[in-house]
Nanobody, 129 residues
Framework: QVQLVESGGGLVQAGGSLRLSCAAS????????KGWFRQAPGQEREFVAA????????YYADSVKGRFTISGDNAKNTVYLQMNSLKPEDTAVYYC??????????????????????WGQGTQVTVSS
């Protein structure tokens, strides 16, 4: 079991930056691949980025590629999402997620929501134009 708590959301102007953090407690975080998803009002939850258990492999949605960076610090049991050049369409609740421990390749980056078993409570990101 792992518990996830996101932080770092807020209100920012278009073109600005935010860094989201996801702190894990419970079983060591290095056993899990991690991902970030987001959900805007009236829309389905969508994949944003993922990082493998090894932290060597990352994958991004096309909509954020080149602007967002996912990284992990297994020693601190924390995963980050650095968001630059933010746009109003990035406004959403952002969720951190972790998959089943020790599942799949050490370098695999899950991209579907149903591949993840643990979710944080979410943090709001609002980008004003």
């Amino acid at each position: 079991q792992v518990q996830l708590v996101e932080s770092g959301g807020g209100l920012v102007q278009a073109g600005g930056s935010l860094r989201l953090s996801c702190a894990a407690s419970g079983r060591t975080f290095r056993s899990y691949a991690k991902g970030w998803f987001r959900q805007a009002p009236g829309q389905e939850r969508e994949f944003v980025a993922a990082i493998s258990r090894s932290t060597f492999t990352t994958y991004y949605a096309d909509s954020v590629k080149g602007r967002f960076t996912i990284s992990g610090d297994n020693a601190k049991n924390t995963v980050y999402l650095q968001m630059n050049s933010l746009k109003p369409e990035d406004t959403a609740v952002y969720y951190c997620a972790a998959n089943s421990p020790d599942s799949g390749s050490y370098y695999y980056t899950p991209r579907a929501a149903d591949e993840y078993d643990y979710w944080g409570q979410g943090t709001q990101v609002t980008v004003s134009s």
